[in-house]
């Protein structure tokens, strides 16, 4: 089974206490489409400028992703700087620029229309609905957003909800949209607004899942060294929404070793700048990383 994803592919320039990196390769859909790959085919949906580096195209299709639904026009690509600095959680927004991002409108293939897994990652609610409205029975939809969205956009996003199987956020974010300070509380009030199930991504304090039939929660995987944490986020939704793919079949028991391979996923991602860890990874990496967290859990 294959996946589609609709995101961005931006140039991110980065700074944290290990270094300064300008115009990486990243954006949404870049960091979900390089863990999700480990599992399955993945169809990108995305827009870029003609300032877009051909290396950066040449090295997303060597990866095995579907780029025919990438357009490339005439503008500017969109660029996010950032900074880091404390303990790593929260990046500190320095500039955006959303070049040809403002005039997006998804275009893919009637084939591509048929897929049955879709993620919509983090850009606009409207752009995100566009692309949705253009599936044919898909069988698992899940959705990323942020604080941006939630605040210029909240009933266009809650709207959005309705229609969509997991909706993934981080703990600031799910506050913020729920309107609840405690999680557990949050994602029984976003389960409220449709989503059959919510997925709170809390950092360096795991992951917690939320559903009518159960709740669960993971720790995340324990790092030495982190250098960059960005992307993290949409990395583990790219395992997490990767595997179900795969496997082909919701359940407990997949469901909870979809969040322990999204989580040991990211866990890789923060290792080193932009894509450079996830995109040299191959499935027995992520393999040999599972046993020893779930060896974490053994008493």
């Given at each position: 089974?294959?996946?589609?994803?609709?995101?961005?592919?931006?140039?991110?320039?980065?700074?944290?206490?290990?270094?300064?990196?300008?115009?990486?390769?990243?954006?949404?859909?870049?960091?979900?489409?390089?863990?999700?790959?480990?599992?399955?085919?993945?169809?990108?949906?995305?827009?870029?400028?003609?300032?877009?580096?051909?290396?950066?195209?040449?090295?997303?299709?060597?990866?095995?992703?579907?780029?025919?639904?990438?357009?490339?026009?005439?503008?500017?690509?969109?660029?996010?700087?950032?900074?880091?600095?404390?303990?790593?959680?929260?990046?500190?927004?320095?500039?955006?620029?959303?070049?040809?991002?403002?005039?997006?409108?998804?275009?893919?293939?009637?084939?591509?229309?048929?897929?049955?897994?879709?993620?919509?990652?983090?850009?606009?609610?409207?752009?995100?609905?566009?692309l949705l409205l253009k599936m044919r029975k898909p069988a698992l939809v899940g959705l990323d957003s942020m604080n941006?969205?939630?605040?210029?956009?909240?009933?266009?996003?809650?709207?959005?909800?309705?229609?969509?199987?997991?909706?993934?956020?981080?703990?600031?974010?799910?506050?913020?949209?729920?309107?609840?300070?405690?999680?557990?509380?949050?994602?029984?009030?976003?389960?409220?607004?449709?989503?059959?199930?919510?997925?709170?991504?809390?950092?360096?304090?795991?992951?917690?899942?939320?559903?009518?039939?159960?709740?669960?929660?993971?720790?995340?995987?324990?790092?030495?060294?982190?250098?960059?944490?960005?992307?993290?986020?949409?990395?583990?939704?790219?395992?997490?929404?990767?595997?179900?793919?795969?496997?082909?079949?919701?359940?407990?028991?997949t469901l909870k070793k979809a969040l322990a391979y999204g989580t040991v996923a990211a866990s890789f991602n923060i290792?080193?700048?932009?894509?450079?860890?996830?995109?040299?990874?191959?499935?027995?990496?992520?393999?040999?990383?599972?046993?020893?967290?779930?060896?974490?859990?053994?008493?």
């Amino acid at each position: 089974m294959s996946i589609i994803v609709l995101g961005t592919v931006a140039l991110d320039s980065v700074k944290t206490p290990f270094g300064a990196r300008k115009e990486l390769l990243g954006g949404s859909a870049a960091h979900f489409s390089m863990s999700a790959r480990l599992f399955t085919k993945v169809d990108l949906v995305a827009i870029v400028g003609k300032d877009f580096p051909q290396e950066h195209i040449s090295f997303l299709r060597h990866k095995g992703l579907d780029l025919s639904a990438l357009i490339i026009d005439q503008g500017k690509t969109f660029r996010w700087e950032g900074e880091y600095s404390g303990d790593l959680n929260t990046a500190l927004t320095l500039n955006t620029e959303l070049g040809v991002l403002s005039v997006f409108k998804p275009c893919i293939s009637e084939e591509q229309c048929r897929i049955k897994n879709i993620f919509l990652a983090n850009v606009d609610p409207d752009i995100q609905k566009h692309l949705l409205l253009k599936m044919r029975k898909p069988a698992l939809v899940g959705l990323d957003s942020m604080n941006y969205w939630i605040n210029n956009k909240r009933q266009e996003l809650i709207r959005l909800l309705k229609h969509i199987d997991i909706y993934v956020a981080n703990d600031q974010e799910a506050r913020a949209l729920s309107g609840e300070n405690n999680i557990i509380k949050a994602a029984k009030a976003l389960r409220g607004y449709g989503a059959k199930m919510v997925l709170i991504k809390k950092g360096e304090n795991g992951v917690l899942f939320y559903s009518d039939k159960f709740i669960f929660s993971l720790p995340a995987y324990p790092v030495e060294k982190v250098i960059d944490p960005t992307g993290a986020g949409d990395t583990f939704a790219g395992g997490f929404m990767g595997y179900l793919a795969k496997v082909n079949k919701i359940s407990c028991l997949t469901l909870k070793k979809a969040l322990a391979y999204g989580t040991v996923a990211a866990s890789f991602n923060i290792e080193d700048f932009g894509l450079n860890m996830t995109s040299r990874l191959k499935p027995q990496d992520l393999g040999k990383r599972l046993i020893k967290f779930k060896d974490c859990f053994s008493f």
